[in-house]
Structures are given as C-alpha cells and as structure tokens.
C-alpha cells in the first residue's frame, strides 16, 4: 500500500486504530485477548503485508510511554499481602515454576540451535504468565475469588516481581558490558540502585504523601501527577542505567502506600490499555514473515513445553503441597501461556544488543500460539478438567489435606458498599434482622474500624471494575451502594451485570435524576437517604402529635367525669 494513500501521521494513526477496532473485534468473536489481534494488526499494518502506513516514530514513542505506565500499574497494585495470605503455595508455586521452566527451556532452545545468550533470553521470556489475561479471563469466569484463583494471582505476583529483577540485571549487564572495566561498572551500578531506593524510601516517607494529600483537592491533578511521576522515574532509571520500565515499576511501589492508590490505579488503566496497543502494534510491524516461517518447527516445539510443561510443573508442587488435584489443575492452566512481559524482556535484549530480530519473531510466535490456546484452555477448563480427572490422581497426595486449612470468602446475605455514616447505620440495622453483612469501603480507616469489630469488610473502589469479581456474589441476595455519586453507582452496576450477579440491586441517589438514571440502568431499589430520612422525621412528628392530641383527648373527658361527679356529690 503506498505511503502517498496516508499523508501525514494523524491520517496514519487513524487508520491503525480503525484497524485495531476491526480486528479487535473479530478476535472478541473468537473468544481472544485483544494482544493477539493488535500484534496481527502490526503484522498487516506492517512492511511484511500492506507496506509501511505505520509512523515508526510516533508509535514508538507511545509503545514506551505505554510501557511505562504498565510497569507503574504493576508497581502501584503490587498486593504484597496476598503473597502473605496465600503464604508458601504463592511463593512455591511461583519461583517453582520460574526456575523449572528457565533450567529445561534452556537445554531445550539449544537443544533447537541457538546461541547461549538468546536461548537464555528465549528461556526466560518463557517463564512469565500474563496477569492481564489471566486476572480478565478468571474475573469473566467469576473464578477470581476461588481458591484456585487466588493462588494463581499470588504466584503471578511472585512471577512479576521476578521479571522486574531480570530486566534490572539485564540493563546493568548491558550497561557495564559496554565498559572494559566491568567490575567497576557492576559497582557502580549498585551504588546507583541503592542510592536511587533510598531516595525514592525517603520521598515515601516524608514527600509524596503530603503531597498527594494537596494534589487530592483536584483528582485529575493527582493522576496527571502520577502520570508525570512514573515517566520521570523512567527517564532516571534509564539515565542511571537501568531501564525505564525498572524506573516505572519503582514509580509505581513509591504511590502504593498512599491512600490515592486504587483512584490512580483505576483511572490509569484504560490509558495504559490504549497505549500498549501502539506496543503491540509496533512488535507485529517488526515481525518478518519470512524468518517467522523459518521458525514455525521450533515455536510449535516451545509453545507445547509452555502449554504442557507449565501447568505440570504447578500441579506436582500444589499436589506435594497437600492440595487436590482440581485445584492444582485449574490453577496450573493458568500459566499456560506466555506473558506481554515477554515479549517486552525479548525487546529489551533486542535494543541491548544481546539478541536478534529472530529470537524476538520467535518468542512473539510462541507468545501468539500459547495465548490463542490457553485462553480456550481456561475458558473450558471444567470440562477438560472432567475428562482428564481419572488420569490426574498421579498429582494428588492419598490425603489432600492442605485445603481444609483454607479459608474462603465469608458468605453475606447482603454486600454494602460505604461504611460511612449512612451506610453504617443501615448496616447495623440489617444485623439487627440477623442478615450477614460484608462491608465494602475506599477508606482503609472504616474498613480497619469494622474489623477491629469482627464485622468482615473488604477494602475496594466500586469504580473498579475488576474488583466486584472478588467478591462472594454467588451467595448474596442483594448488593447495596450507599455511594452518593452517580458515575461510580453506574461502574459498580455495569460490574455486577457483566459478572453475572443473581441477586437484588440496590443504589443510593441524591436527586429524582440520579434516581431514574439509575432504575433505567438495572437497580432494583433506589434508596434517597434526605427524602427517607425527611419522611421517617415527619412520621415521628405525626406521631408525637398524635400522641399529644390522644392526651388532650384523654384528658378532656375524664375532667368533664370529675366535674359531673362533683356536681353529684354537691346537689346544691
């Protein structure tokens, strides 16, 4: 396709997203995570297909801005307390698997004729499972919240955790590989890193939180900061010579104690979304389908170790661990595939240098094969999972008997979102009705203050949406929001709707607007707290006159009796 048809970069970046749109679509039909069409949009897009209509420069830039802001997501909701909740399965499980997939990946690529460097690249980039993919996929599933679930994203946490470390030691061996005094520089480096974590511990400390806690008078400032913040940490860990996306993760960690976090979190997520797609986008473009052809044998031959090898791997260390055969065949399919981290660890060793363009087409293919796949893999995993049962007691001990020591989320008749005043008195009087309440607030202070209690709560931001997924919806009969604020009732119910909720819906509102916006969305009740409180207050008034009047009333006849009485005893 000539250039002369895309004049200028808008015209061009147009037509990628209508592209993006088209092809995005079709793979939703297919049941596939949008990463596999963008990178076939990349493809067709790209110098292998319809010639060069992509901007190399522009997409570039908003490919590392998306980067960024992905490792920043990654840093922000990094949730060191599940890995504490799920204990030694989390850790076990996911440096098990790092380690067993590294050590027989590698043998394996250079069992297929590559180089040490690239087939310990190719080795490692097949050790990452996709948190995005997975977290989305078990979340429509409405698996989040099962044990299985939870265990798969305690590991993927130990597992990006990981892949932060590998691509710090990957940039400061590229970095002090350019020097011939490659002791001095490794050093250096370290000096840098601890110079640059002391630095940022201090600003945690004493900085950041003040500051947010100004910035908080306008949201939109606060997340422009947070935007500013994790590239401007990427810049200083590239200039120090570690990488942006190392700087962008530590940006991340040093906003993940504010109370700011999941308002940051939530609102950068379809910004990170839609400039990952220019990353994807680039990575097809840089794909030729000439080399891909040439390695169809050996990414058919690592695809089948990752789907195969992955999951079994997760299924013999849950099984040693004391857990059923079940859970550890749900939760091993879920690092059957590999991860968006990946093929941003086999870029990075591109632009360092270690690797060539054909070590990149090869995990990118592997990474297309083994997405396509364990997505249908997860999607049907009951079904498969009652197929291969009789054959799956090989991973299972004689007495299972880890699982009686897990505790699942507590049952509630009724999910509450809002603890605050309101919403705290109309929980004490559902509990006085003897229903089970769990408590959901964005304010970690009524959340530690209901649990010093003993009343179960949960913090999360309605407005997320991925977080209703975690909670116990299958067991509730109504969900209540006593948020006064309408765009977060109307996520919060889009939420429930898209995972399925069975029971009641019930959504504060402030205004007889917000109130038919909100019935003609799906809720089942509206609650107006000012008009039920105004008529609870009148009805008390009412009754108090009522109760007054029947005194007067009372009164009157029993001094008309005395007086009657006294004419009685005095005839004259």
Same mark, same amino acid.
């Given at each position: 396709?000539?250039?002369?048809?895309?004049?200028?970069?808008?015209?061009?970046?147009?037509?990628?997203?209508?592209?993006?749109?088209?092809?995005?679509?079709?793979?939703?039909?297919?049941?596939?995570?949008?990463?596999?069409?963008?990178?076939?949009?990349?493809?067709?897009?790209?110098?292998?297909?319809?010639?060069?209509?992509?901007?190399?420069?522009?997409?570039?830039?908003?490919?590392?801005?998306?980067?960024?802001?992905?490792?920043?997501?990654?840093?922000?909701?990094?949730?060191?307390?599940?890995?504490?909740?799920?204990?030694?399965?989390?850790?076990?499980?996911?440096? &098990?698997?790092?380690?067993?997939?590294?050590?027989?990946?590698?043998?394996?690529?250079?069992?297929?004729?590559?180089?040490?460097?690239?087939?310990?690249?190719?080795?490692?980039?097949?050790?990452?499972?996709?948190?995005?993919?997975?977290?989305?996929?078990?979340?429509?599933?409405?698996?989040?919240?099962?044990?299985?679930?939870?265990?798969?994203?305690?590991?993927?946490?130990?597992?990006?955790?990981?892949?932060?470390?590998?691509?710090?030691?990957?940039?400061?061996? &590229?970095?002090?590989?350019?020097?011939?005094?490659?002791?001095?520089?490794?050093?250096?480096?370290?000096?840098?890193?601890?110079?640059?974590?002391?630095?940022?511990?201090?600003?945690?400390? @004493?900085?950041?939180?003040?500051?947010?806690?100004?910035?908080?008078?306008?949201?939109?400032?606060?997340?422009?900061?947070?935007?500013?913040?994790?590239?401007?940490?990427?810049?200083?860990?590239?200039?120090?010579?570690?990488?942006?996306?190392?700087?962008?993760?530590?940006?991340?960690?040093?906003?993940?104690?504010?109370?700011?976090?999941?308002?940051?979190?939530?609102?950068?997520?379809?910004?990170?979304?839609?400039?990952?797609?220019?990353?994807?986008?680039?990575?097809?473009?840089?794909?030729?389908?000439?080399?891909?052809?040439?390695?169809?044998?050996?990414?058919?031959?690592?695809?089948?170790?990752?789907?195969?090898?992955?999951?079994?791997?997760?299924?013999?260390?849950?099984?040693?661990?004391?857990?059923?055969?079940?859970? &550890?065949?749900?939760?091993?399919?879920?690092?059957?595939?590999?991860?968006?981290?990946?093929?941003?660890?086999?870029?990075?060793?591109?632009?360092?240098?270690?690797?060539?363009?054909?070590?990149?087409?090869?995990?990118?293919?592997?990474?297309?094969?083994?997405?396509?796949?364990?997505? @249908?893999?997860?999607?049907?995993?009951?079904?498969? @999972?009652?197929?291969?049962?009789?054959?799956?007691?090989?991973?299972?001990?004689?007495?299972?008997?880890?699982?009686?020591?897990?505790?699942?989320?507590?049952?509630?008749?009724?999910?509450?979102?809002?603890?605050?005043?309101?919403?705290?008195?109309?929980?004490?009087?559902?509990?006085?009705?003897?229903?089970?309440?769990?408590?959901?607030?964005?304010?970690?202070?009524?959340?530690?203050?209901?649990?010093?209690?003993?009343?179960?709560?949960?913090?999360?931001?309605?407005?997320?949406?991925?977080?209703?997924?975690?909670?116990?919806?299958?067991?509730?009969?109504?969900?209540?929001?006593?948020?006064?604020?309408?765009?977060?009732?109307?996520?919060?119910?889009?939420?429930?709707?898209?995972?399925?909720?069975?029971?009641?819906?019930?959504?504060?509102?402030?205004?007889?607007?917000?109130?038919?916006?909100?019935?003609?969305?799906g809720a089942d009740l509206i609650l107006t707290p000012f008009a039920h409180a105004a008529r609870e207050a009148a009805e008390i008034l009412m009754e108090e006159t009522c109760i007054e009047e029947s005194c007067l009333r009372q009164e009157e006849p029993q001094a008309t009796a005395e007086e009657?009485?006294?004419?009685?005893?005095?005839?004259?």
């Amino acid at each position: 396709m000539p250039e002369a048809l895309f004049g200028n970069v808008f015209q061009q970046l147009v037509i990628l997203l209508l592209m993006a749109a088209a092809i995005g679509t079709f793979a939703i039909l297919l049941k596939q995570p949008l990463i596999v069409g963008y990178i076939l949009v990349g493809i067709l897009a790209g110098p292998s297909v319809l010639g060069r209509v992509i901007p190399r420069d522009e997409v570039d830039l908003l490919a590392k801005i998306g980067i960024a802001l992905l490792l920043f997501v990654v840093g922000l909701r990094l949730d060191l307390h599940l890995i504490r909740t799920m204990g030694r399965v989390a850790l076990a499980t996911g440096l &098990g698997q790092v380690i067993f997939t590294s050590l027989v990946g590698y043998f394996l690529a250079v069992a297929l004729g590559m180089e040490p460097v690239a087939a310990l690249y190719v080795c490692v980039a097949l050790t990452f499972s996709s948190t995005i993919i997975i977290v989305k996929l078990l979340s429509d599933k409405r698996e989040i919240d099962t044990l299985h679930g939870r265990i798969a994203v305690g590991f993927l946490i130990v597992q990006d955790i990981v892949v932060v470390l590998v691509m710090i030691g990957l940039s400061a061996y &590229g970095f002090a590989g350019a020097s011939d005094q490659l002791g001095y520089t490794l050093l250096l480096l370290l000096l840098k890193g601890a110079a640059l974590l002391a630095g940022i511990a201090l600003l945690m400390r @004493y900085v950041l939180p003040s500051l947010l806690h100004y910035m908080a008078r306008s949201l939109e400032l606060v997340v422009l900061f947070a935007i500013a913040w994790a590239l401007f940490l990427a810049i200083l860990g590239d200039t120090l010579g570690f990488s942006k996306e190392v700087g962008a993760f530590l940006a991340g960690i040093s906003l993940a104690s504010t109370r700011y976090r999941e308002a940051i979190g939530t609102r950068l997520v379809s910004l990170r979304d839609f400039l990952l797609l220019f990353f994807f986008i680039d990575l097809g473009a840089q794909l030729d389908l000439k080399l891909l052809g040439l390695q169809i044998g050996p990414s058919l031959v690592l695809s089948l170790f990752v789907l195969v090898g992955n999951p079994l791997i997760v299924m013999v260390i849950m099984g040693i661990m004391g857990y059923r055969k079940r859970t &550890g065949f749900l939760a091993g399919l879920t690092v059957a595939q590999i991860s968006e981290f990946s093929l941003i660890l086999a870029a990075l060793g591109v632009s360092l240098g270690h690797i060539g363009p054909e070590a990149l087409g090869l995990v990118t293919l592997v990474g297309l094969i083994t997405i396509c796949l364990s997505t @249908y893999l997860i999607l049907y995993s009951q079904p498969i @999972y009652q197929r291969l049962a009789p054959w799956l007691s090989l991973f299972e001990r004689r007495v299972p008997f880890r699982e009686k020591e897990e505790v699942a989320a507590p049952a509630a008749d009724v999910i509450l979102f809002g603890l605050g005043r309101y919403g705290n008195h109309l929980a004490r009087h559902l509990m006085e009705q003897k229903l089970k309440i769990l408590g959901v607030d964005y304010d970690r202070q009524l959340v530690a203050a209901w649990q010093r209690e003993g009343l179960p709560a949960r913090y999360g931001d309605a407005e997320d949406p991925e977080f209703p997924a975690t909670l116990p919806l299958g067991q509730a009969q109504w969900v209540v929001s006593t948020i006064p604020q309408l765009d977060v009732n109307l996520s919060l119910l889009d939420a429930l709707q898209h995972n399925g909720f069975p029971g009641r819906k019930a959504f504060t509102a402030h205004s007889r607007r917000d109130a038919e916006i909100l019935q003609d969305s799906g809720a089942d009740l509206i609650l107006t707290p000012f008009a039920h409180a105004a008529r609870e207050a009148a009805e008390i008034l009412m009754e108090e006159t009522c109760i007054e009047e029947s005194c007067l009333r009372q009164e009157e006849p029993q001094a008309t009796a005395e007086e009657g009485e006294g004419e009685r005893k005095d005839p004259g």
